[in-house]
Structures are given as structure tokens and as C-alpha cells.
């Protein structure tokens, strides 16, 4: 069997590897445009960071192998053409053009099946001035090396960062470790669109603590510069820049796929059906140039992620060895380190539910990640999407200093399941107290989701309370945090009375006036509307999130 | 409504403050023997080591509000009664009788619902000396109060540990830390009883790297000492000793159940249903008292954990005041710090499935936990045990240095929802180079597991192998690690050829003996093997985890 795999990074080495694991006998063959094979394209902003000492480490097995054509034809008997680009497909005589970039010699290659294992390619607008030096995406490995040297030059004082999305971030953090004055600039409201905007916010906010600056809704129109870039034109003003990185987005690479008559889906990446399989049954697809389906709406969608790429070409060698194998679609699971915040998804956000349709509950719960008397605790902010309907949950996000990780895992476990609220509350997770309080972030959240659900607890937004205060809306903005807590920071417009204190001073609020209770973390705050409504007052609600989770200014 | 709970510490206060929430009007009373209330029992450990400065820390709210008779009356409206114990149920007349413990005065509580949640405490086996001073538990308050005491007078250099359970190495731990020098006494072949002996024997080379000395298959006989306690006697020899801390197990505080009748389980400890009801409709039972259904065999089991006890006051609490709800059951799910390891696990062991009759594939799966080229990767040595019949998890063990909880509760939510490998093997879960491989360590390992369930790899134990090589069977024992790996550490009988070299040397190998292939972690073993099995080899096996994980004397 003759197996001809256009794409040398993720999922076609991975599918090439798999194939020979299976099929011994068989003659794989890989056709790579760049001469680098196999390499961690997520590291990319470590090694700009320094983080990661050597691009070798890159191309390196877990035991410091490099994975180069040599170790492919003598551990795996795999061919590999590098600095080859594929060309054309012959459908019906099963064959791949492809061209030697050193001579631009072309040849044919049979195939009994083919995996196209395009990937993607950043997003470059062609702006007036983006073909100025020092402008670039980070997509390769060539990028990397291009950023690193202006930075060794110490060419790169002022950056500015096209973008608020993964990579935007991440390259961000690398540069600001690097001494670099660095500025996104977002064309939408927030950074961040995969979370909902009070999450981004805060993310926003911690990012400002470390000097980036922040700029959205604004609209990037064109570079200027001679022969360098130097500024960056925008709806808003101009930025002085040494050094820009587009970060706007990738496009699933489909220019082959196209040109030979496959089918091509509504997010313009190849159509696969779940063995991975393209519209021609010998030739196969996988990573970032094919459409996923969300597992929780069935749904095609485009999330191009390096495990999940890694995922699909196991699903292909698989299926072109004759085992049966599906891929059940993506939930949309992200991660990334922002400075000393991790920032997480998985699943749908509160907007994106609403925007399907669905009637939702969400939770605020923001508390220490590990028992809070332990030193290695730290804040984790997380947000609970759930189905009022059915009480499953939707979707989750997190951020924060805390182990985000684990729980959105949880929850993504959770989600793959179809799992309620009430089963998530009831979890048997590994508990000590170096690790988890004894009733871990999520199943805490999950009982507060259970309350609000139940009826017990009326939650209402920092963004509607801002609201209400903007409009100067008649309510009592209750903090029932303590005193000293009260005098380190509290929030505008805002009354205090120690829950402690409240049996005995009720008398001080009136009865017919809405009360929206607060604290900390909104557990007094809950504590606190129960012992309003036992005595008597209606119209309660607690602030999600309290005081850790309010996205506006703070008084000091 | 009158409710009376019995017991301060955990499920009790959970249940009352839950009760009051859902009924403001309830008149709830908590009665505890103790002068301490609602203090985590987990963090005994870290206030013995210092790492929890204060005692208050452990009774106090994440936000520092310490949970006292005050707290609870001012806050929650729930009467505490310390220092008072429970004496007896009439259950007829549905009273408690109680004595207060200052002055002995008795009196009965009238209740419309009981709940006990009278915790478990230290078995102290009536060996001979042991009511020496210097010999403790660690169960409450007092014991550790106790044992700093000791600790800031100097008075405790040699102290032996009976018992190599979680309280027993958590302790360890805690002495090590500040001066001690430790040795567990075991009765068992093992330690960590909760994990298969090979797991265990990776966690105890760890702790004797650390100076602590384990002595297992041994059982102490007597105590000796003049007043305080200086010796323990052992079947194996006589040990000094300055200090000894019992950590043989708990038992459930039965005796007000058994006495008023209520049934009581296989376990020792009370009978109750999904709604956490005895065999008496009005009383209620919960935490470390009680009995629970292993999720994954529906057997009854003990496993007394603060997570439990927590969700078990909530479901309690709940049906108390008319809102139908169940506890699910367990799954043994445990973690522990054990110096730079975790420790952790969740459902079947492999020797508890076999014990069961299930017939298991296992994996052993040791690999960075973060991508591999980021400075904060460490290793992480995962075990998974799979229902050979169709292909569901039963459980998995981890330890080392890595992220252990993360993978656990992964696995954990897997077996909740009755998950197959095949399904593991495709889960989304967050991935970006700071907190995971491309390939997650749990997906790889189901990876593996698929390996071997389809008969694409054949694994032996480090077990059989040590076994084989002690009985001189013949077999060639293959490392196909570099020279360099080989020459730093390598395995007794082994030869080396490295991956790369091996298609060109097979004819050094002989086609008819036996081949037991291994690499670091056998990811290139099982490469080898693939390239033997096609080039003819028939008998050719992986050895399980590699060198990571082989349990006995390397060669250095």
C-alpha cells in the first residue's frame, strides 16, 4: 500500500507513524514545503521568549530525539520529502505533482490513499504598507528566528501586536519578558472572543498590570515606515512600532484540496466525515485544514489545535489501514498562559448560548484553587455555563492564578458526557489539601449553579449593577465584607455592613428598596440575601462574583 | 422544624448550614464533643510541619472569618453546643439525651430529624506500652498541639510511624520537614495499600531519597520506654524511639448508632441510603461515620475522605427539608503529597480488578506532563488498569513529580460516566505547551491501552521480567536507548542497541529467543518492537514503563 501524506507537522507525521505501527509493509511517503518537519508549532512563542533554549528542542522527541527525515526513514521507514511542495492531484490516476523547491524539478507520486495535512496559514491583510520590513505573523519556525533577531538586535523597543487572540497573547507575553513596549490592538470589543467579555476583562486588566496596553475597537488601516515599519495606522490614532506581528487569525490551507474538486465546508476548511475521510474515499484530511464537528451542537466548526490534529491523524492512519475509527468533534477546549493568569474555555460561552437560542444560568465562583490555608493556593475565577431547561452544562471558563487546567478538563469531561449540574456536584475528585479545597472549585460552583437553578439565590451581573449605578438606579449596593477589607478596596456607590453585624441592623434598611448583596467572593453575599429574605425583604439578589470578579474601576 | 446534629467538624456543619439556608425557619442545634468546631482535619499534617502557621487558619472561612459557636449562632442562626457529648437516641421519643462535659449535666434534646455525623477515630491497637507518653494519633486538634509541642522542645529525633497509609506519609512528610528522623513500620509487603505494589515501591524509593526509612512486612509488638516511650518492638527488631504516631486506620464512631439500634453495614459503620437515611426515617447519617456505594462495583465500601463528607452533608441536609437528592456514591478517588511527588488514584487497582475475576490490560505511561521543551515539565508516571472485555477503565495511579491531579480526575470523570479508552483516546481537553503535552499523558496512556487491547503491542511487568531474570531465564533483555542514556543508568542484563541502529544490526539478534524490548519509558521499546515483529521476530515483547518505572536497583 502506497501512502502519500502532504504535510510534515503535526497531523501527517503523526498519521505516517501510525500507519507503519500498523501496516509494517507499507510504502509511506511525506511531501513537506518547508524544510523544518514535525515541530511544536504552540512552542513558537517560547522560543521567542527564550523560554525554550534551542529550536532543536522543538523537533525533539520527549527523549531529545530529533524528528528529521533521517530518524523518520530509520525508526519509523518513513520517506520524507522536505522543501518539496505538492502541486496538484490527480484523482483518477491516483497521483500527486509535486516540486523540488532547490531545482523546481516536478515529478508524479502514486497513492493508493492520500492524507492532505495542509494546515493553516496566518491571516495577512493587505494593508497599504504590510509589505514593510519587521511586519510579520508567527506561524513558523522561520518567523520565530526572523522576531528573535530584531529582538537580539535590540531593534524592537515599541510593538504592536494586530490581535487579542491566542497567539496575540502568547507572543505578547514573550515580547514583554523580552523588554518590549508592546500594544494590541483588537478590531472588537475584547480580547479574547473565545471567552465572554467580563472574563476577557479581566485577563485585559491583569495584562495592563504588566504594562501591555490594550486597545479595542479599533480598527488597523495601514503601516507606515521606510523600508521598516515604524508606525502602525489606525481608526484611532497612530503607534509608533518597530515591530508588528499580525495575529488576526489562520486559514485552513485548501488550495490543493480545492483545485482537485473536493468538497469544501461552510467554514471554507475541507469536509471530513468522522473516519476523517474527504469527499473522495481515498484521500483523507486531517488537522488545521479540516472542519470539526461541536460535539455539543453537532454543528461543523473550525478550531485548529495541535492536539486535536494529533487526534485526527491516529483517526486517518487508522481508518486507511482498514480499523474502523471516528473522530466524535471538538468541544472548543483552550488554554493559555497570560503572564501569571491562565486563561481557559471549553465548551460554549454564556453569548454564544444565548446566540443559539438557549435560556441560561451562570455562575461566578472565584475562590482559592487548593484548601486556602495551604501556601501554594492561589485565586481561580470561574465561570459556569449551564441549560436552565435541562440543567447540563454548557460550557466553562477560568482565569485567574489558579490551577485552571484541572477543572476546565473537569468540565470538558463533564460536557462530553452530558452531564447535569447535580452529577457534577457529586464528582468523587481526588482531594488533599495541597491540591483542592474539600469541596473543589467546580463542585462548589456546580452547588451554586444547583441554588440558582432551585431557586434559592437570585444572581445579577457586575455588568447590570454597573449598569444600574451608570443610570443611578435606586438600590442598596450591600458589601457584607468586613471592615479592614472594606478599607483596602471597595466598590463605588456601595454600603457596608459585616455580615455579622446584619441580624442586628436590619432595621437600617428599608423594606421596599431592591438590595443587591456582596462580598468577597459573593458567598457572604448569598449568606447574606438568605438572612434578608428570612426577614422578610423581596426584592434581594446577590452580585455574582463579588468584589474578585468586578471588571470595572475599584476604589483604593 | 427541630433538627439536632450530632458531631462539629465536617458533614455535621455542612448539613446545618444547608438546612438553615433552604429553611431559615429550622430550629438546628450541632452538638460536639470537642471544643474545636468545623476545622479542616485534612490540614493536621500541614499545621504539624508548619506550613499552616496558625490553628486558627484551620477553622476559618476561605475569607478568614473563623467558623466558631459565635459565627455559627450570628451568621448561619444554627446553635453550637461544644464540649457536649451525645449520649444516647430514644428514638421513640425522638430525643437526644446530652451531657455537658464541664459540669456533667445531663439533658434531652427533642429533634423532628437526627443527624449523625460523629466522624471516625484512630485505631490505637492495646499493645503493651502503649499508653507511654510520646504516642499519639493524629486525629484531632489535641494530637497535633501534641506532637509541636514535642517538636519545639527538641524532644523528638528518632520517631517511628506505624502504619504507611495517607495519615501515616503525610505525617512522614510533616517530621522529615522539620528535623526528624522518620522511620514507617508496615505490616503489610507495601506501603500505600490503596495502590498495586509497584506504584507503592516508586513512592517509597522516592521517601528513602528523602531519608525516610521504610521497614515493611513488619508488626510492632510492644512499646517500652520509662514514662515516655523510647523503643518499639517489632517482629523484625527493636527501633528507638522519641515519638510514635499510630496511623493503622480509623474506625467509625458507631456506638450512639448501635446502641439505638440503627443498622449497621459490612463496613462497621452505618447503614445508610442514597438519600444518606438510616434504617430510622428521621435520622440521618453522614461523613466519616458512614458507609458508601462504590460507584464502579455498587458494593458497599468504607472510605472516609473530608470531599465525601462535604457532599454527603449536602444531600442530607437537602432530603431533610423535603428536597429529594442522592449521593451517588465513591470511587476511592485519593491524592497525597508525598515530598516532591503526588501520589493519587481513583477506582480499581490492577490487584483489586483481578481479585474481582476481571481479566485487565494494563499501561504504564511515564512521560512529561507539560510539553516536553518548557522548563516547568516534570515527569509523570501514570498507570491505567482496562476491562479487557470491553474496554472500559477501571481505575489508574500516578505518581512523581507531574501533575498527578489533573490526570486523576480526568480519569475519575471517565469512570463516573462508564467510558471505554477509545473514547478517553479522543476527549478534548485544554491543551497549550505550559500545562500539557500535544498528546496528553491520559490520552496517550489510552492510547497505549488501545495498543494492547488490539494486539499491536504485548507488554510485560517490570515484575515478570526482575522475576525472569532471577530464575537466569533466557531472553534477551533489549535497551534501545543511546549509549549515553545507557551509560548514565541502565537495567541488570540488559543489552543496548539503539533505535536508530537497529534495522542495520538484526542479525546480531537470534530469531528464536525471546525479545523484551524497553527505552526510558518504552515509547522506543515499542518501536523496536514493531520493527522485530516485521522483520520476522516472533516473540517479542514491551516492557511496561521503561526504565522510569522499574521498581528495583538500576545500575549506575
Chains 1, 2 share one sequence.
Not at 495606522?233 to 487569525?249: F, K, S
Not at 472542519?291 to 491516529?314: F, Q, V, W
Not at 428599608?510 to 443587591?516: F, L, Q, V, W
Request: with cysteine; glycine share 8%.
Amino acid at each position: 500500500m502506497k501512502v502519500v501524506i502532504v504535510g510534515g507537522v503535526a497531523a501527517g507525521p503523526k498519521a505516517a507513524s501510525k500507519i507503519i505501527r500498523l501496516n509494517p509493509e507499507a510504502d509511506v511517503t511525506i511531501v513537506e514545503k518547508d524544510k523544518y518537519l514535525s515541530y511544536a508549532g504552540c512552542g513558537l512563542p517560547y522560543y521567542v521568549s527564550g523560554e525554550v533554549k534551542e529550536q532543536k528542542e522543538l523537533m525533539c522527541t520527549p527523549v531529545g530525539v530529533v524528528r528529521d527525515p533521517v530518524f523518520f526513514r530509520k525508526v519509523k521507514n518513513v520517506h520524507v520529502l522536505t522543501e518539496t511542495e505538492a502541486m496538484e492531484i490527480d484523482r483518477k490516476g491516483k497521483r500527486l505533482r509535486i516540486k523540488q523547491l532547490a531545482d523546481h524539478q516536478e515529478k508524479w507520486l502514486d497513492y493508493d490513499k492520500l492524507v492532505l495535512a495542509t494546515g493553516a496559514h496566518p491571516i495577512m491583510p493587505p494593508l497599504p504598507g504590510h509589505d514593510l520590513e519587521n511586519i510579520f505573523t508567527l506561524h513558523g519556525v522561520h518567523d520565530a528566528e526572523a522576531i528573535k533577531s530584531l529582538l537580539a538586535e535590540d531593534k524592537a523597543r515599541d510593538v504592536v501586536i494586530i490581535g487579542g487572540g491566542l497567539i496575540g497573547v502568547e507572543i505578547t507575553e514573550a515580547l514583554t519578558h523580552k523588554g518590549c513596549r508592546v500594544t494590541i490592538v483588537e478590531k472588537f470589543p475584547q480580547i479574547f472572543r473565545m471567552l465572554d467579555w467580563e472574563i476577557a476583562k479581566l485577563v485585559a486588566q491583569h495584562m495592563e498590570t504588566k504594562g501591555v496596553k490594550i486597545i479595542t475597537d479599533t480598527e488597523v488601516k495601514a503601516f507606515k515606515g521606510q523600508g521598516e515599519v515604524k508606525e502602525v495606522v489606525t481608526d484611532q490614532g497612530t503607534l509608533p512600532a518597530d515591530m508588528v506581528i499580525m495575529a488576526v487569525g489562520v486559514r485552513p490551507q485548501i488550495k490543493l484540496a480545492q483545485d482537485a474538486g473536493l468538497d469544501i465546508g461552510e467554514w471554507k476548511a475541507i469536509k471530513v466525515n468522522a473516519q476523517m475521510r474527504t469527499s473522495d474515499p481515498d484521500i483523507y484530511a486531517a488537522g488545521d485544514c479540516v472542519e470539526s464537528i461541536d460535539r455539543l451542537t453537532g454543528k461543523s466548526c473550525y478550531m485548529p489545535m495541535g492536539s486535536t490534529a494529533n487526534k485526527h491523524g491516529r483517526v486517518a492512519a487508522n481508518n486507511i489501514c482498514g480499523h474502523e475509527d471516528s473522530f466524535p468533534g471538538v468541544l472548543g477546549s483552550t488554554i493559555c498562559k497570560v503572564f501569571d493568569f491562565s486563561v481557559a474555555r471549553t465548551g460554549l460561552t454564556e453569548s454564544a448560548a444565548k446566540e443559539m437560542g438557549r435560556e441560561v444560568v451562570t455562575v461566578m465562583a472565584p475562590a482559592p484553587d487548593k484548601a486556602h490555608f495551604m501556601s501554594n493556593a492561589k485565586p481561580l475565577l470561574l465561570k459556569l455555563v449551564v441549560d436552565k431547561e435541562n440543567r447540563k452544562l454548557l460550557g466553562a471558563q477560568a482565569t485567574g492564578p489558579g490551577d485552571a487546567d484541572k477543572r476546565l478538563d473537569v468540565v470538558a469531561m463533564a460536557l462530553m458526557s452530558g452531564w447535569t449540574v447535580d452529577q457534577l456536584a457529586n464528582a468523587d475528585l481526588c482531594y488533599a489539601p495541597p491540591y483542592a479545597p474539600a469541596m473543589d472549585n467546580i463542585i462548589t460552583a456546580a452547588n451554586v449553579a444547583r441554588n440558582k437553578l432551585d431557586g434559592y439565590m437570585e444572581g445579577v451581573t457586575a455588568r447590570e449593577v454597573h449598569q444600574m449605578l451608570a443610570e443611578k438606579k435606586e438600590f442598596i449596593f450591600l458589601d457584607v465584607r468586613s471592615p479592614a477589607e472594606y478599607e483596602e478596596v471597595r466598590l463605588p456607590g456601595s454600603t457596608l455592613i459585616p455580615l455579622g453585624a446584619l441580624r442586628g441592623r436590619l432595621k437600617e434598611l428599608p423594606a421596599d428598596t431592591e438590595i443587591i448583596a456582596f462580598c468577597k467572593i459573593s458567598l457572604r453575599g448569598y449568606e447574606a440575601a438568605l438572612i434578608l429574605k428570612a426577614a422578610g425583604y423581596q426584592n434581594v439578589r446577590v452580585m455574582d462574583g463579588g468584589v474578585v470578579m468586578w471588571p470595572y474601576e475599584k476604589i483604593k
